[in-house]
């Protein structure tokens, strides 16, 4: 099955369904630099596991993601100064489609200005200068992408202030009260996803073997936020999936961590080509557009390592979904049964097509001719029988079929007998 997937996703590429890639930089911090005379943050226990099992995650499903570069940074690795690097040369990789992705797991709080900051290793207890805040980041990434691509950031940290054991938050000793937090809005197309509210903790929890936000978001990207069960997994799917379960969770420990999404637009984060492709055909279904024979006929292709040109310009958005069911209705897809009730003419021009004979512009010049019961003379005397397909087509050739574009191939000599004096319209 994954030989398939990965398969389909080589043939999608180019076109609609064809999944962006992804460049990511994930980041973990359990324990933190110490500085004479100044006490070290809190150490944590899972920050740098969640960083590798995000990490990880990302491999495993690297033709889902279309994972193009991967980072992963822990522990004394995670200064200020190479996080900003890194996040700076990841995005000079980015595409116009593409989509960079920063996910950090340590310690958070807000600076002396109520910034939303995340602590690097070398951050130091009572010197926020050392700190990064989330402002910074995105600034950095919006910098580096100028314009192109999407960005979405993945904080399991949180902002309160407050110092729990088994949180991700600290104080600071001698610190004023802290100034209302601002966690800043992504500008253009890019999301934060934030482990909790700004007055909220965010915890690790022995049960899951890490934090409980990064343990549901990895869940949530593992397929289980495809609620709709069409293939594609949003930002708002995610965030959907993520704030449910980690609300519910912490509830019933007695505690209280809702996440936060912000984000001015939604976007596909990761796309199973299959399933994608499957609910697609299903809509048509449902639609009443094609029949069960027709549908069962169609998901069979798909698992083929090339399926019919017409259903892969189909699902690459090159066909639209009433182009693709006339073909279906009028057996032009090869291997998939015609409609009983369809015209017998309309059948004979979708045999041709099937056959690789007729362009579909042909076709659909064709139909039109059909539908309107009027056509020229060749039209009219191949669908009623009168002359083959080869003299037809030979006649389509010569450019000699009024009202159908020309094949561009050399023509053979039609029989004298069937050749027309003139090319007035015909009753068909």
Same mark, same amino acid.
């Given at each position: 099955?994954?030989?398939?997937?990965?398969?389909?996703?080589?043939?999608?590429?180019?076109?609609?369904?064809?999944?962006?890639?992804?460049?990511?930089?994930?980041?973990?911090?359990?324990?933190?630099?110490?500085?004479?005379?100044?006490?070290?943050?809190?150490?944590?226990?899972?920050?740098?596991?969640?960083?590798?099992?995000?990490?990880?995650?990302?491999?495993?499903?690297?033709?889902?993601?279309?994972?193009?570069?991967?980072?992963?940074?822990?522990?004394?690795?995670?200064?200020?100064?190479?996080?900003?690097?890194?996040?700076?040369?990841?995005?000079?990789?980015?595409?116009?489609?593409?989509?960079?992705?920063?996910?950090?797991? *340590?310690?958070?709080?807000?600076?002396?200005?109520?910034?939303?900051?995340?602590?690097?290793?070398?951050?130091?207890?009572?010197?926020?200068?050392?700190?990064?805040?989330?402002?910074?980041?995105? %600034?950095?990434?919006?910098?580096?992408?100028?314009?192109?691509?999407?960005?979405?950031?993945?904080?399991?940290?949180?902002?309160?202030?407050?110092?729990?054991?088994?949180?991700?938050?600290?104080?600071?000793? *001698?610190?004023?009260?802290?100034?209302?937090?601002?966690?800043?809005?992504?500008?253009?197309? *890019?999301?934060?996803?934030?482990?909790?509210?700004?007055?909220?903790?965010?915890?690790?929890?022995?049960?899951?073997?890490?934090?409980?936000?990064?343990?549901?978001?990895?869940?949530?990207?593992?397929?289980?936020?495809? %609620?709709?069960?069409?293939?594609?997994?949003?930002?708002?799917?995610?965030?959907?999936?993520?704030?449910?379960?980690?609300?519910?969770?912490?509830?019933?420990?007695?505690?209280?961590?809702?996440?936060?999404?912000?984000?001015?637009?939604?976007?596909?984060?990761?796309?199973?080509?299959?399933?994608?492709?499957?609910?697609?055909?299903?809509?048509?279904?449902?639609?009443?557009?094609?029949?069960?024979?027709?549908?069962?006929?169609?998901?069979?292709?798909?698992?083929?390592?090339?399926?019919?040109?017409?259903?892969?310009?189909?699902?690459?958005?090159?066909?639209?979904?009433?182009?693709?069911?006339?073909?279906?209705?009028? *057996?032009?897809?090869?291997?998939?049964?015609?409609?009983?009730?369809?015209?017998?003419?309309?059948?004979?021009?979708?045999?041709?097509?099937?056959?690789?004979?007729?362009?579909?512009?042909?076709?659909?010049?064709?139909?039109?001719?059909?539908?309107?019961?009027?056509?020229?003379?060749?039209?009219?005397?191949?669908?009623?029988?009168?002359?083959?397909?080869?003299?037809?087509?030979?006649?389509?050739?010569?450019?000699?079929?009024?009202?159908?574009?020309?094949?561009?191939?050399?023509?053979?000599?039609?029989?004298?007998?069937?050749?027309?004096?003139?090319?007035?319209?015909?009753?068909?």
């Amino acid at each position: 099955m994954r030989g398939t997937i990965l398969a389909m996703a080589l043939w999608l590429l180019p076109f609609g369904l064809a999944q962006p890639r992804t460049l990511a930089l994930v980041v973990g911090v359990n324990q933190y630099r110490t500085y004479p005379e100044t006490s070290p943050l809190p150490p944590l226990s899972y920050a740098e596991s969640d960083a590798q099992k995000f990490a990880e995650a990302l491999q495993q499903d690297a033709q889902h993601w279309r994972l193009a570069r991967l980072r992963l940074l822990l522990g004394d690795l995670t200064t200020k100064t190479a996080l900003e690097a890194e996040l700076r040369d990841l995005a000079r990789w980015v595409g116009p489609e593409d989509t960079l992705v920063f996910y950090y797991s *340590g310690h958070g709080r807000p600076n002396r200005l109520g910034q939303a900051s995340v602590m690097p290793y070398d951050a130091k207890l009572t010197d926020d200068e050392t700190w990064l805040p989330l402002g910074r980041i995105q %600034q950095v990434i919006e910098g580096a992408l100028a314009g192109r691509g999407r960005y979405l950031m993945l904080v399991d940290a949180c902002y309160s202030g407050q110092s729990l054991p088994g949180t991700r938050s600290f104080e600071v000793p *001698g610190a004023k009260a802290l100034p209302r937090v601002e966690i800043p809005r992504p500008r253009g197309v *890019g999301a934060l996803l934030a482990a909790s509210s700004a007055t909220q903790l965010s915890w690790e929890d022995a049960e899951k073997g890490g934090g409980v936000f990064t343990a549901y978001l990895l869940e949530a990207l593992g397929g289980q936020a495809d %609620q709709d069960g069409d293939g594609i997994i949003k930002t708002s799917e995610v965030y959907a999936y993520v704030a449910g379960r980690v609300a519910a969770y912490t509830r019933q420990k007695h505690q209280t961590q809702n996440p936060q999404l912000f984000a001015r637009a939604d976007f596909a984060l990761t796309l199973d080509p299959l399933t994608a492709a499957r609910s697609r055909l299903a809509r048509l279904k449902l639609g009443g557009h094609i029949g069960g024979e027709q549908f069962d006929a169609l998901s069979l292709l798909l698992e083929q390592p090339r399926p019919p040109e017409d259903l892969r310009l189909y699902l690459q958005d090159r066909l639209s979904d009433g182009q693709f069911v006339d073909l279906v209705q009028m *057996g032009a897809v090869a291997g998939v049964p015609a409609s009983p009730a369809s015209d017998r003419r309309l059948l004979e021009v979708g045999r041709l097509h099937r056959q690789g004979r007729l362009r579909h512009d042909q076709l659909w010049a064709l139909r039109t001719m059909v539908l309107r019961g009027r056509a020229s003379w060749w039209v009219s005397q191949f669908l009623s029988g009168k002359v083959g397909a080869a003299a037809f087509l030979d006649a389509l050739g010569a450019g000699r079929v009024a009202g159908v574009p020309r094949l561009p191939r050399a023509p053979r000599r039609a029989s004298p007998s069937a050749s027309p004096t003139a090319q007035s319209p015909q009753r068909v």
